[in-house]
């Protein structure tokens, strides 16, 4: 088996010649894109379906909701990103995330989803959320070279908003074409 040379690793994509970075940086645009379509996909299915009268309300209390984590557990994820292995809380984070979209999925599958489930669902994810982010950026030393440590976390924090953005777009689109069941079936993991 040959090795690449190192001016021939340094040609590879950034995601490429740090293999761990590149899986994690995958859940992370995985993750983030699933989180976002879920959040305007609902927020879609809270105004155009789910409330009468009331959509816009129910729509922002939804994405408070979903903010509020982020805020309220600030302290809390520092203190865990401090005390606990990066890769550790990546996983449970992520697998936390997993477990919640695939409740919700079984749940819209067998019966119409009550809102309070949307709303518990948010909460979930957005929990999930709040430690798998700055976990992921805190950890780029962890996973990169030391010569790709500014490219990797400037990439980490471009694609969050790329994925959000695409996630965004994908979300109010599969509500209108599969309701909220057809939602929630996409963002939980494939056995």
């Known amino acids: ?16 010649r740090n293999r761990a970075f590149g899986t994690v940086w995958l859940g992370q645009v995985l993750t983030q894109a699933g989180v976002r379509m879920f959040q305007v996909g609902t927020s879609w299915w809270l105004i155009g379906y ?48 997993g477990a919640a979209a695939a409740a919700l999925a079984c749940w819209a599958g067998v019966g119409d989803l009550p809102v309070a489930a949307a709303y518990a669902a948010a909460l979930a994810l957005a929990t999930c959320q ?14 990169v070279d030391d010569a790709d440590i500014e490219a990797a976390t400037g990439f980490e924090l471009s694609t969050q908003s790329l994925a959000s953005l695409g996630g965004a777009l994908l979300g109010a689109l599969v509500v209108d074409e599969a309701g909220m069941a057809g939602l929630a079936g996409r963002l939980a993991p494939s056995p």
């Open 130 to 143: 709040a430690f798998f982010d700055p976990c992921l950026t805190t950890s780029v030393p962890e996973l």
């Open 1 to 16: 088996m040959t090795t690449a040379t190192p001016a021939a690793r340094r040609r590879l994509p950034l995601v490429l």
């Open 50 to 97: 789910a409330v009468s009268g009331d959509g816009g309300l129910a729509a922002g209390l939804f994405m408070a909701v979903s903010t509020l984590p982020a805020v309220a557990l600030a302290p809390l994820v520092a203190r865990a990103i401090a005390r606990t292995a990066h890769r550790s809380l990546l996983r449970t984070a992520a697998g936390g995330a």
